[in-house]
């Protein structure tokens, strides 16, 4: 069943993504993901959709329809709690602070636009339909706020490129981030 994303679930949430998706946000921790998520909701941009089976988190997808800024809106809802986690990560990982300012540099950050941010299904649960179902409900949810047309990025080396080509999405550019190649997908809602 998808549902909206609620409080409660905001734990799994940040678990499954930690454990299935790769990049900088994930290695700050779960700690951090759960206030990231927490924040989202209080963020009328951002809509998360959870795949649950018997009250457990299987998936989920969270998208928003413009991700210009996106850094500083979430940091400013909670800064004091945002700072605590970044001191606390930083200094045991003093050598990752690079990483972190180059995060900011995002090009979606910049340009801004509607975007699928992340999409994950837990690994033992994929391939039966749960991936499709997700991008569907955030196409319907896009297409009700207005949107044509949103883009994603994912790393070239990610098997889910497969995905998004299977999905109808369309290659529209590739860049550098964080010295590894990143793919720009483009999908155009059609009515
Ligand atoms: C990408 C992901 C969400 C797909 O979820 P899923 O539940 O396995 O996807 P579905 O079962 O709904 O697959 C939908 C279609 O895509 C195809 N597909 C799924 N994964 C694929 C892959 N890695 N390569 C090629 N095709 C793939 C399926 O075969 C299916 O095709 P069909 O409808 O013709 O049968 C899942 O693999 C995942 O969580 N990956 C790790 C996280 C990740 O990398 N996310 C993307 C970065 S944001």
Same mark, same amino acid.
């Given at each position: 069943m998808?549902t909206?994303? %609620?409080?409660?679930q905001? &734990?799994q =949430? ?16 779960? &700690?951090? !993901? ?12 951002? +809509? *998360? +959709?959870i795949e649950e089976e018997k009250g457990k988190v299987r998936g989920?997808?969270?998208?928003? *329809?413009?991700? &210009?800024? =996106? ?9 004091? %709690?945002?700072? =605590? ?11 990752? =602070? ?24 837990g690994?033992?649960y994929?391939?039966?339909?749960r ?5 569907? &409900? ?10 044509? *047309?949103?883009?994603?990025?994912? #790393?070239?080396? !990610?098997?889910?490129?497969? +995905? #998004? ?5 369309? !290659?529209?550019?590739?860049?550098? +981030? ?8 483009? #999908?155009?809602?059609?009515?």
């Open positions: 998808i909206r994303l %609620r409080k409660e905001i &734990k =949430l940040a678990k499954l993504h930690k454990n299935e998706l790769s990049g900088f946000l994930p290695e700050l921790g779960e &700690k951090f !993901l759960e206030m990231f998520y927490r924040t989202s909701l209080d963020l009328p941009e951002m +809509f *998360t +959709f989920f997808v969270s998208n928003i *329809t413009n991700s &210009k800024g =996106l850094n500083k809106k979430i940091f400013i809802k909670r800064p004091l %709690r945002f700072l =605590l986690i970044f001191l606390k990560y930083f200094i045991s990982h003093p050598g990752q =602070l690079r990483k972190f300012f180059t995060i900011l540099t995002y090009p979606g950050f910049k340009e801004g636009g509607a975007e699928l941010l992340s999409i994950a299904v690994r033992n994929r391939l039966k339909g991936g499709r179902r997700l991008f569907e &409900k955030s196409r319907e949810e896009f297409s009700l706020r207005g949107i044509k *047309t949103f883009k994603i990025s994912v #790393y070239e080396r !990610l098997p889910a490129n497969g +995905f #998004y080509k299977k999905i109808g999405c369309r !290659l529209v550019d590739s860049f550098d +981030f964080m010295g590894e190649k990143m793919n720009y997908y483009e #999908y155009k809602i059609k009515n």
